[in-house]
């Protein structure tokens, strides 16, 4: 007889629906939900035992949750970043006695980009373009002294740069040359446009092709998944404004198509030096429990450098993933726990996996505002179960459940297909028939693992190496 769990899912959207959809696969635990979730997401109401919504993921709401459960729940999960920022685990762990699969406060680290910056600075300064820091507490906003500053690093890099808000905007407050402007009156504008709420980071502008690394820690070692690549621009051919992610792909091995396997060790070597040094050699180890790093790396002729780290799973990065872990996803956990990872704790299939968003019409600029129904009906995507088995997964995410039985869009994005396939392009077909088969006002992109978009890195990548 299977050992009954309990697990509390911090949720908002399809992120937290494929860590239900997998934990609920292990063969050893009978598994029970218990959800504090942004809005009545669907797929996260049928699989819950008890459900809340907490519209702001507000910390001491989620805390009274798990403490009039805590005799139910084994261990808790924390999907979205605002809650580990703010210091979810500290608290429940601290009142509850529930343990948390996340990060402490003090490891998030996403909370600042320039303390970000600064600590790659110290332990691995190779991952580091060429970047300067314009704090708020330096500069008057708009003073000459500031203009000239700015200017002065710009003729530096011939003004190549990238700009980022010191706080976390969602992989949506990024500006680069080229793209968000292009004079240097348009990149003031954008500048002064953060600077008026937080401190900017001004970045060399990177060249070359990007991958998403993920891995585990339990605070004593570090175990990675296989990378996956990001569509973070909202329309097809990288065109259009940044947005929390269009899409992504996996290969069927470790590293990517553009990659070699020496990238990967990079990638691994650098992880594991930032690992070290935020460890210190002490016993604050547990403390960066989960999956705290994901990294946002950018290869160059120069060798990988690093965009960004995130100290929780990657949307989408994570869906291409969750499908075809091998592993029993509850005993992963539970290792993660006790500290005792180890590699052949996180096994993969070798399968290709493409997930493709679906999204409102007024999301990513595609329409300036829409008016019109919001009601989405999956049925015709489940429906396709009936041909696919496993190899197609349906997550909806910023959806909710209305009294009327419905469910509607809400503003962001609104639900992920899944397509699992022995190659890229046959998981791609499978993600697509998903997709055209969802029945609402929605669109997506339609280029997320497509085999000119991976022949156009692969190309990139023989053309800066050489």
Known sequence: MAERVGI????????????????SRSGDYEVHFYVADRQRNPYNLRHADAHVVIPDLDVQRIRDFVDAHRDEIDFGICCPEKPIIEGVRDVVERDTGVAMICPTKRYAIEASKVSQRLMLAECCPEAN????????SEYERGSEELRRALWEFLDELDSEVALKPDEPAAGKGVGVWGEHFRSREELYEYFISIFRSSDVVVEEKLKGEESSFQAFCDGRRVVPVPDTRDYKRAFDYDMGQNTGGMGSYKDTKDWLPFMERHDRDEEERMVQKIFNALVGGGDRGDELRGMPFYVAFMHTRDGAKILEINSRPGDPE???????????????????IEGNLSPSSVECEPKATVVTYAVPMDYGGYRERYSGDRKVDLSGAYRLKE?????????????????????YALGSRAVCSVGIGESIEDARAISLDGIRNIDGALWNRWDIGASHHIARSVRRMKELRS
Not at 318 to 336: A, G, M, Q, T, W
Not at 398 to 407: I, Y
């Open 8 to 23: 509390l899912v911090i949720s908002y959207g399809s992120r937290a629906c494929g860590m239900i959809d997998a934990l």
């Open 129 to 136: 373009p060429r970047f300067k820091v314009f704090r708020r």
């Open 318 to 336: 994570i869906l291409n993933v969750l499908p075809v872990l091998k592993s029993d996803p509850v005993e992963l956990c539970f290792r993660l």
């Open 387 to 407: 041909r696919y088995g496993d190899s197609l997964r349906i997550y909806p995410g910023s959806m909710e459940l209305r009294s009327d039985g419905n469910t």
